[in-house]
């Protein structure tokens, strides 16, 4: 299983930006799928997770202005982060995180930068 996640990029405060992370080898739908980020000199943080139900839990500085989503018809298996309002202090890494029972998979990352 490979995941790839795209959308990263650069933005000033307040704007926006769309991730992506798909899978690749697999024709089983995940269980939950979430996002984690990586700021430089910190540790990994867990951003936000959806479960294969569609329940979604976010870290409480992203809550209202982050919204994680997936799509799973036809084997799609790609999962979706919606960012707006965007700060300075969202920047970091952003990974994707799959998970199958008992196994966990992660993408390579994709940088997302804010300026003020």
């Known amino acids: 299983v490979q995941l790839q996640a795209s959308g990263g990029g650069s933005v000033r405060a307040g704007g926006s930006l769309r991730l992506s992370c798909a899978a690749s080898?697999?024709?089983?739908?995940?269980?939950?799928m979430g996002w984690y980020r990586q700021a430089p000199g910190k540790e990994r943080e867990l951003v936000a997770i959806?479960?294969?139900?569609?329940?979604?839990?976010?870290v409480d500085s992203v809550k209202g202005r982050f919204t994680i989503s997936r799509d799973d018809a036809n084997a799609k298996n790609t999962m979706y982060l919606q960012m707006n309002s965007l700060k300075p202090e969202d920047t970091a890494v952003y990974y994707c995180?799959?998970?199958?029972?008992?196994?966990?998979?992660w993408g390579q990352g994709t940088q997302v930068t804010v300026s003020s």
């Open positions: 080898g697999s024709i089983f739908s995940f269980n939950d």
């Open positions: 995180n799959f998970r199958l029972y008992p196994y966990g998979y």
């Open positions: 959806i479960t294969s139900g569609g329940m979604t839990n976010y």
